[in-house]
């Protein structure tokens, strides 16, 4: 199995199941447009490398190995929609189609150039969230100033979320805040600062204000503020 075609099963299978769903076998086969019995062969091969786990009849799902993959994978392909749509001017109904053909051959270490060069985009041209990089920063403006190897932030106490995918009333801890010293400084006025302890009360289904609490203090933030947060859940 080559790169290219292990990335496509594990975006796949998280496409049709999410972070935690089962996605079928038939289901695979029908979105990649290959018979059952190669996804069936595909899959077990995934599964003998710890990305997936598999069942007979069951279907496939993402071990947290799986979804680091897949959690990369869609960053390239989300920041070279940005740089194909605003940078290339490409013709935006072709921007997906052509991120899909250059995502699997993206390195890390171009894709956090890529991100610097375009300032830390926090959605794709079809309002996508952008994940942050694995550099263990805490900020976007030491970027630049430091030569910090990146790090996989997986399960345990490295590993961070959105502030906007706490569950009502959760707290977390912000671990990281994405944008330059600007951002950084607008979001300390409003006590949005780093290690500081947040509750979320209240989060739209669109992208109207976002209710926190901080500081024992609650505020509403607007979803371009909330996508620059990231939080350790409590």
Not at 49 to 73: E, F, I, M, Q
């Amino acid at each position: 199995m080559s790169q290219e075609q292990l990335e496509e099963y594990l975006e796949a299978i998280f496409d049709l199941a999410g972070t935690e769903g089962v996605a079928k076998t038939t289901a695979i086969a029908n979105k990649l447009h290959v018979s059952p019995a190669s996804v069936t062969e595909y899959v077990q091969n995934l599964a003998a490398k710890g990305l997936v786990d598999y069942g007979p009849y069951l279907g496939a799902s993402l071990t947290a190995k799986g979804l680091a993959v897949v959690t990369h994978l869609k960053r390239r392909h989300r920041l070279l929609e940005v740089f194909l749509a605003d940078v290339l001017k490409i013709d935006p109904d072709k921007v997906h189609s052509e991120a899909c053909r250059m995502e699997h051959y993206m390195s890390e270490e171009t894709a956090n150039a890529l991100c610097r060069w375009l300032e830390a985009p926090s959605r794709s041209p079809h309002g996508k969230p952008i994940g942050p990089c694995d550099k263990p920063l805490e900020t976007c403006s030491r970027c630049e100033a430091t030569n910090a190897s990146g790090f996989i932030r997986t399960a345990g106490e490295h590993k961070i979320i959105p502030v906007t995918d706490l569950e009502s009333d959760q707290e977390g801890e912000i671990a990281f805040i994405r944008g330059d010293q600007k951002v950084v400084e607008r979001l300390s006025d409003l006590g949005l600062t780093l290690n500081a302890c947040v509750k979320l009360v209240h989060r739209p289904p669109g992208d109207g204000p976002i209710g926190i609490i901080v500081r024992n203090k609650t505020l509403s933030i607007t979803s371009n503020q909330a996508d620059n947060i990231f939080v350790k859940p409590a």
